[in-house]
């Protein structure tokens, strides 16, 4: 089974940013997609990134121009900038097929905290 182990979350106040960092055991260059997600209580995850091997890259508008992800052979990061309350939540990193289901079990993610 494939670990997936999330980092760099935090606190911070809005307009702040933080770096997001995924370690994954197995070589990743081959996979489709990887992604992040946030978890919220009571909501279904929302994917929050999402990065193709081709190079494409995808964002919700929520994010976009604020969210960057970046994916090496063992790694997968979020940039985030300009944080708002919204982004408040906990992320989390996963393999993606191409019809958007999830591949492995979730790891323990990271949290995010965004308030004055």
């Known amino acids: 089974q494939v670990q997936l182990v999330e980092s760099g979350g935090g606190s911070v106040q809005p307009g702040g940013s933080l770096r997001l960092s995924c370690e994954v055991s197995?070589?990743?260059?081959?996979?489709?997609?990887m992604a992040w997600y946030r978890k919220v209580p009571g909501k279904e995850p929302e994917l929050v990134a999402e990065?193709?091997?081709?190079?494409i890259r995808h964002y919700p508008p929520s994010v976009q121009g604020r969210f960057t992800i970046s994916r090496e052979r063992y790694a997968v990061y979020l940039d985030m900038n300009d944080l708002k309350t919204e982004d408040t939540g906990v992320y989390y990193c996963?393999?993606?097929?191409?019809?958007?289901?999830?591949?492995?079990?979730w790891g323990q993610g990271t949290p995010v905290t965004v308030s004055a």
């Open positions: 197995e070589n990743i260059r081959s996979f489709w997609s």
């Open positions: 990065a193709l091997n081709n190079g």
């Open positions: 996963n393999r993606a097929t191409d019809s958007g289901k999830i591949v492995y079990s």
